[in-house]
């Protein structure tokens, strides 16, 4: 079975710009997170959906950044206008059936802001 | 509050040495789960254990072993007879809440560096 798949795997883009990052979930997980990684702050959650639905978008860092979920099997994280501080590894999980599963990651999304 | 710690930043050992990973949790939930992730130099995310709040065992897989105590609020990870490919960053995590109002915490990670 797949894992959770995400592109594009390296992006580079200017300030300024829009960025769509993009996520496949494990077929069949009804949960899916997408998590940001820096040096400064660590892994964070930013949103998290169930069934399509956004649960929790608490950590979700100002409006420039927007998720959506469409379907079952495929998630976007746009940032717009991206910032350099933007600059960061996006991962996307997806977990079944509960909140207390073990979540499964994607590979990631590594995000240069210049 | 929701908090992990990982105490130890970076670690280094020589290989075959024993080493252990601590990591402490707060929490006000009676019912959460613990995890350990391993994140290698190519950057993935790699699940190693899954533990809630009522199973107190220790657990063993191969070389890797996990201390959890609730009583110190402690979920420690122990890697017998280290080896170079165990160099990574390890993350321990918290998930807990309900339907409605959940949340997943990971503690800052520790890297592990296994010298030859």
Redesign the interface.
Same mark, same amino acid.
């Given at each position: 079975d797949a894992g959770v798949i995400q592109s594009p795997r390296h992006e580079v883009t200017e300030m300024g710009q829009e960025v769509t990052l993009r996520c496949k979930p494990i077929s069949g997980h009804d949960y899916l997170?997408w998590y940001r990684q820096t040096m400064m702050r660590?892994?964070?959650?930013l949103i #998290?959906f169930?069934n399509n639905v956004p649960?929790?978008d608490s950590g979700m860092p100002e409006d420039r950044f927007s998720a959506k979920m469409p379907n079952a099997s495929f998630s976007t994280l746009k940032i717009q206008p991206s910032e350099p501080r933007d600059s960061a590894?996006y991962?996307c999980?997806s977990t079944s059936s509960g909140?207390?599963?073990?979540? #499964?990651?994607?590979?990631?999304t590594?995000l240069l802001v210049l | 509050a929701q908090k992990v710690t990982q105490a130890q930043t970076e670690i280094s050992v020589v290989e075959k040495e024993d080493v252990t990973l601590d990591c402490v949790y707060e929490t006000r939930d009676t019912t959460y789960?613990l995890?350990w992730?391993k994140q290698p130099p190519s950057?993935?995310?790699?699940?190693l254990i899954?533990r809630?709040s009522f199973d107190e065992q220790n657990e063993i897989s191969g070389r890797y072993s996990w201390n959890f105590q609730k009583s110190t609020s402690s979920f420690n990870f122990t890697i017998t007879a280290s080896q170079v490919v165990d160099s990574a960053v390890y993350?321990c995590?918290l998930?807990e809440?309900?339907?409605?109002?959940?949340?997943?915490?990971?503690?800052?990670?520790t890297r592990l560096f296994v010298k030859a």
């Open positions: 997170f660590g892994l964070e959650l #998290y169930n649960i929790d590894v991962f999980a909140i207390y599963e073990t979540q #499964y990651f994607g590979p990631g590594r | 789960y995890f992730y950057g993935e995310l790699v699940f899954r809630n993350f995590a998930s809440g309900n339907t409605g109002g959940f949340k997943t915490i990971f503690g800052a990670g």
